[in-house]
């Protein structure tokens, strides 16, 4: 079965700093696209950030800047680094992994994120 297991969520004050990580396994890792996206409460999920089996990058344009997406295929793990946060990126992220073969989404549970202003 595939599995995708987040970590690294938690509460941190504005300006502050947090890493997700994800860590999947059942899945031919290397050649998968994947992400983040995250929902608020009331809100419809959003693309935080994406990258590619060839390490191409893609950010919703409120993260540009503050987030960095990257990807470690020896250890099947995927991060997202968030810096400067903000009290609106306050929601529940969740790791994402596309596979082309067959095409279908995976997703993570969740992490909450939380940031105090």
């Known amino acids: 079965q595939v599995r995708l297991v987040e970590s690294g969520g938690g509460l941190v004050q504005a300006g502050g700093s947090l890493r997700l990580s994800c860590a999947a396994s059942?899945?031919?890792?290397?050649?998968?696209?994947m992400g983040w996206y995250r929902q608020a409460p009331g809100e419809q999920r959003e693309l935080v950030a994406l990258?590619?089996?060839?390490?191409?990058?893609n950010y919703a344009d409120s993260v540009k800047g503050r987030f960095t997406i990257s990807r470690d295929n020896a250890k099947n793990t995927q991060y997202l680094q968030m810096n400067s946060l903000k009290p609106e990126d306050t929601a529940v992220y969740y790791c994402?992994?596309?596979?082309?073969?067959?095409?279908?989404?995976?997703w993570g549970r969740g992490t909450q994120v939380t940031v105090s202003s």
């Open positions: 994402n992994v596309k596979d082309p073969w067959p095409k279908v989404d995976y």
């Open positions: 059942g899945i031919i890792f290397r050649r998968c696209t």
């Open positions: 990258v590619t089996s060839g390490g191409v990058t």
